[in-house]
């Protein structure tokens, strides 16, 4: 069948050209044979269908579709405390009170002139008198002052020289090398003594006691220098 239709179809294709190239003396207009034309066109169609018959018809290929992955949802387990108990702690208050001049220490000493100050040897001291700067005196800061006291050498030895007074206690108002005697008292005369002292530089009251020594043994009445620095 499909021999004889590409017969027809080379035939058909061969008057197509022999019309078309024929040598013609007078120009005519081309006699058109209809049922010849509907024939050719006829066995084309055919002839067409048979070819496409014959095609196999393709087969669609069968993509296969990705399966989704499946989302896995990890619930995380949480654990729930109860809030730590509140703990109302009251923060400590400090006050801050006002700082005032240190008292000076003083130790249990026989007061001035008492009398009852101890021997040592052949060496006493009786304490007679203030002859300057009263206890309380007001003396300003750094103030330098006089403080004397009259005494009586009560022992059975003079007093020489090198002896001096010795700081017991309290300030010693930067006496230096005024605390020594430089003079010789025999027994039962009677000398002043002066201290030449400067006034602490902060505001207070200030104290000290001295007593005379030998250079080795304390001995006599404690002399006492009270002051205050406005």
């Known amino acids: ?24 003396t007078t120009p005519k207009a081309p006699e058109v044979d209809v049922s010849q034309t509907a024939m050719i066109n006829t066995m084309v169609a055919a002839y067409f269908e048979t070819q496409t018959a014959s095609v196999p018809l ?4 069968l993509v296969p579709s990705q399966t989704p992955i499946p989302t896995v949802t990890i619930v995380s387990s949480v ?7 509140s703990l109302n ?14 008292a000076t220490a003083v ?5 001035a002139g008492s009398g009852s100050g101890s021997a040592s040897g052949c060496y006493n001291l009786a304490y007679i008198r203030d002859t300057s700067i009263p206890d309380g005196t007001k003396i ?8 004397s006291w009259r005494v009586q050498n009560t022992g059975t030895c003079p007093w020489m020289y090198p002896f ?19 003079k010789q008292i025999e027994p039962g005369g009677s000398t002043e003594i002066t201290l030449e ?34």
């Open 140 to 147: 300003n800061s750094r103030e330098t002052f006089k403080k």
């Open 197 to 230: 002292l400067t006034a602490p530089k902060k505001s207070g009251k200030y104290t000290s006691y001295w007593q005379m020594s030998d250079g080795t043994n304390l001995f006599g009445d404690t002399l006492g220098v009270s002051i205050i620095v406005p």
């Open 164 to 182: 001096r007074l010795v700081l017991l206690s309290g300030e010693d108002f930067d006496a230096g090398q005024t605390t020594v005697l430089r």
């Open 1 to 24: 069948m499909q021999k004889t239709l590409t017969k027809i179809l080379v035939f058909a294709l061969a008057l197509i050209l022999l019309g078309a190239f024929g040598i013609q």
């Open 79 to 85: 654990v729930t405390f109860p809030p730590p108990p």
């Open 89 to 102: 702690i009251a923060s400590p208050t400090f006050v801050l009170a006002p700082l005032s001049p240190l």
């Open 107 to 111: 130790p249990n000493l026989p007061a």
């Open 58 to 61: 393709a087969t669609p290929t």
